[in-house]
């Protein structure tokens, strides 16, 4: 395949959605699927303008679903291109049967989330639920919290997940419309950049008629364990892969993540708040507010969930005295009856021999932003259980209590 | 420290990029004046259905917008009605302090536009503009082949002409401009397309002027 053509580092205003259709153009794919739901929708026509106008070169496929899309996603994949698609809320739903076989024959696709609301009702707003309800398919998977993040998260995942030692499908999420929509300054880089990060993606095994393999044939059950003990050990090892990449990321491009968590104004601190993706943006603000005030307070981002860092969570979280995990999706009847990022805190927490009070916020829901005057009050109820030594209840309805 | 909102009010689809073309405009003046902007046009007002009543919102600040994440605007200053028929049926005055500015795109005047605005007492002025006769009266035919591909939800990828207010938006922003002074005009002016319409809105304002705010 032709590379993508040379362009010179420059700084665009552009949304979440055109950020990862620019990162993807930039990682100069192979073939994309595509199939509209909003918010996604917006990167799918931004690459469909790029491949119109011959600023990509790329196999553009509308699939009639997303399971198609998916599936076509797969079946590209194993013939050695690189892939890129993308969903939204009950989009990402649809597709759901194809997201083990993907991460089983392991192929490294790499599916943008702009995350929405599942139904009911009909809802644009962003919940997480759309995408954690597959974090267990051996997918990795992080969440962004601006337009700047998105792109470059989407590149440093396709060289992670391409990685030989590695070679598994990466969704990289943003938060529909607070990050797939707002618009913010987003540098590109120089196209040599680029080729110096992510080398042309080469799979071991593809299907090609000159060189016969299998994919994904059917098995007895005996040796179904082995495949699966293969796949555990992928994801474990993955984690030394994105610690390096992240490094080779910040040597080339200038900026470093860390890639499992952002500490904002940790130092200090007594109570924080836990959470991924862009609800940071006004979190950040709040706290500096509050800190003005004095209040002891502090945000804790989780950048990766899938591989999820439990040490590192440990590690940073029993620093401090109380955590309130914000939410923003759904887990039903689930430990603390509200979402599911709870439960990952506290069991990471379990081995702690000093463990932080954790309670658990329903904010954002629906796609609401979470405004300053819900993060004080989250604060407050932070406070009130650090004094008391306890939690009054494991999950709060943000809005609904006094 | 200045915080200005603008709330555009326009037609899902049929007039799609003049709702937009007016805060992307004014946000981008903004921001090459030092200021802080946003502009947010394209989510949760169901862009994508035809005549549909939609909102574009615009925000200007002396400082760093901390509400950045909330779609509305909560306290619009400025609000812009795209189609002069939408000054009835919904309160689109909600929210806007007093001291506010409201522009319609409409033949009529302001002494007879008013008597369907509700809250008027909030307005230091209404400000009526015939956007249509200023720009062109057939750019809605001319948009219709691209019109029936938009309907597809492309959300504006089909649109061929990727200028900033070829049309109707230009009187409309030279009525935003001129009457309250969000951005200066000669930061706005060489992003406008239709610089005809533009400078001959200017001299064909019919501006109201109702309750001042009290310094």
């Known amino acids: 395949m032709p590379t993508a053509t040379e362009v010179k580092k420059r700084t665009v205003r552009i949304n979440g959605c055109v950020a990862a259709a620019q990162a993807a153009k930039y990682a100069d794919v192979d073939v994309i699927t595509a199939y509209p739901i909003r918010p996604y929708t917006a990167t799918m026509m931004a690459l469909a303008q790029m491949v119109a106008n011959g600023e990509l070169d790329a196999e553009y496929i509308v699939a009639d679903s997303e399971h198609s899309q998916l599936s076509i996603a797969h079946g590209a994949a194993s013939s050695g291109a690189r892939v890129f698609t993308g969903s939204s809320g009950v989009g990402v739903q649809f597709a759901y049967e194809l997201y083990s076989p993907i991460s089983g024959s392991r192929m490294p696709v790499q599916m943008m989330i702009a995350d929405r609301t599942l139904d009911p009702p009909g809802d644009f707003g962003s919940e997480h639920t759309d995408a954690l309800s597959t974090r267990d398919m051996g997918w990795l998977m992080g969440w962004s919290c601006d337009a700047q993040e998105a792109f470059d998260n989407h590149l440093m995942a396709y060289r992670i997940g391409e990685d030989p030692r590695v070679l598994l499908p990466q969704m990289v999420c943003q938060d529909g419309f607070f990050v797939s929509h707002i618009t913010s300054d987003v540098e590109l880089p120089d196209s040599g950049q680029v080729k110096e990060f992510l080398p042309p993606y080469k799979h071991p095994y593809p299907l090609d008629p000159r060189h016969p393999v299998s994919h994904g044939p059917q098995i007895m059950p005996e040796q179904g364990p082995p495949l699966q003990l293969e796949r555990a050990r992928a994801m474990e090892d993955s984690m030394a892969v994105i610690e390096q990449v992240h490094d080779e990321f910040a040597n080339i491009f200038g900026r470093r993540y860390d890639p499992w968590i952002e500490e904002f104004m940790t130092d200090g601190a007594e109570v924080v708040f836990f959470l991924q993706g862009a609800h940071a943006v006004t979190a950040r603000f709040a706290i500096q507010h509050m800190r003005d005030k004095g209040l002891k307070v502090g945000l804790v981002r989780l950048r990766t969930i899938r591989p999820y860092p439990t040490d590192r969570v440990k590690e940073v979280l029993s620093k401090f005295k109380v955590v309130g995990v914000v939410e923003t999706n759904m887990g039903l009847g689930s430990v603390s009856s509200g979402g599911v990022l709870y439960s990952e805190v506290c069991a990471a927490l379990y081995e702690s021999q000093q463990r932080p009070l954790v309670v658990s916020f329903m904010a954002g829901m629906g796609g609401e932003a979470i405004v300053m005057k819900e993060f004080y009050w989250m604060t407050q109820k932070m406070m009130e259980a650090q004094k008391q030594g306890k939690i009054e209840k494991r999950t709060h309805w943000v809005g609904f209590e006094e | ?215």
């Open chain 2, 1 to 215: 420290m200045s915080y200005t909102e603008l709330t555009v009010w326009t037609r899902g689809i049929i007039m799609d990029k003049e709702g937009r073309d007016i805060v992307n405009s004014v946000a981008a003046s903004a921001r090459l004046e030092g200021k802080f902007a946003q502009a947010m046009e394209n989510y949760v007002d169901n862009p994508d259905r035809t005549n549909c009543p939609t909102r574009k919102y615009c925000r200007v600040s002396d400082s760093v917008i901390e509400n950045e994440l909330t779609y509305e605007n909560e306290q619009p200053n400025i609000i812009v009605l795209v189609e002069g028929t939408m000054v009835k049926g919904w309160d689109y005055m909600r929210g806007m302090p007093p001291g506010g500015t409201l522009v319609i795109n409409t033949h009529y005047t302001p002494e007879y536009m008013i008597r369907f605005v509700p809250g008027a007492e909030r307005l230091a002025q209404l400000v009526c503009v015939d956007a249509a006769k200023l720009a062109d009266h057939k750019w809605l035919y001319y948009r219709l082949g691209e019109l029936g591909l938009d309907r597809l939800s492309t959300e504006g990828a089909a649109e061929r002409n990727k200028s900033i207010a070829p049309d109707i938006a230009a009187p409309l922003i030279a009525a935003v401009v001129k009457t309250t002074g969000i951005v200066k005009m000669a930061t706005i002016e060489p992003m406008i397309a239709n610089k005809h319409a533009f400078r001959l809105a200017l001299e064909e304002l019919h501006i109201m002027p109702l309750n001042p705010v009290a310094a």
